[in-house]
Structure formats: structure tokens, C-alpha cells
């Protein structure tokens, strides 16, 4: 099956269970249409760039999944028509890395960048 990442943003207003509670209702939605999710990351309340429906925050949620296009499309669909969730965005992937994401990993752990002058 494809392979897809997923990141979506909830409303700042919610507690942290909520917006956790977010990754298992859509991962129900995901295992009820053949899907199931590798991997789940909550990456916590982050400053956006732009305000999105009023609000400066929001709790940012990362998703690795083995889904067949139908599931995934139905759970684009429900995030968007769910009053909680903001913005979504689903990539396709050859293959999911291992271990955290960049956004999980210190900073001392990550790949250092070259030399600025």
C-alpha cells in the first residue's frame, strides 16, 4: 500500500488530551477504511506564521501511515469538515524514516548544516 505523512493543525483552545485524542479518531477512521498508522507524533503548541481563524496558535499533529488513496481521502475529508482541525496537508512518501522527526530530534541531535560565515 502507498505510504503517507500527514500534518495537521487544531485549535489552540483544546487541551492536550483532546488534541491527542484527534490522532486516535482519525487513525479509528483510517483502520475502518483498510489504512493503519506506522507512527503518530504530537509536536505540541507551536506559533504560527499567520493568524488561521483568529488564532496565533495551534497543536501540531504529525501522522506516518500505510493506507490505501480511498482511506486517506476519507479522512482528508472528515479532518476538513471537523470543526477542531484547521489546516491539513498529506504528502506521499517512497518511504517513512526512522526514529523522530525533525521537529521530535534536539538540536544537537540533528544533521549539522554547513558553516555560516
Do not use: C
Not at 505510504?3 to 492536550?16: G, K, M, P
Not at 487513525?27 to 506506522?38: A, E, R, W
Not at 471537523?82 to 512518501?93: E, L, N, S
Amino acid at each position: 500500500m502507498p505510504l503517507y505523512e500527514h500534518v495537521f493543525i487544531a485549535r489552540q483552545d483544546l487541551s492536550n488530551a483532546q488534541a491527542e485524542g484527534l490522532i486516535e479518531h482519525f487513525g479509528t477512521v483510517l483502520s475502518d477504511n483498510g489504512g493503519k498508522i506506522v507512527d503518530s507524533e504530537y509536536w505540541g503548541v507551536k506559533t504560527m506564521a499567520y493568524k488561521i481563524n483568529k488564532n496565533r496558535k495551534g497543536h501540531y499533529s504529525f501522522l506516518k501511515t500505510d493506507a490505501p488513496a480511498p482511506a486517506v481521502q476519507e479522512m482528508e475529508r472528515l479532518m476538513r469538515l471537523h470543526d477542531d482541525v484547521m489546516r491539513v496537508m498529506t504528502i506521499k512518501v517512497d518511504e517513512h524514516e526512522e526514529g523522530p522527526s525533525i521537529q521530535m530530534q534536539k538540536k544537537e541531535d540533528r544533521d549539522s548544516r554547513r558553516e555560516r560565515r
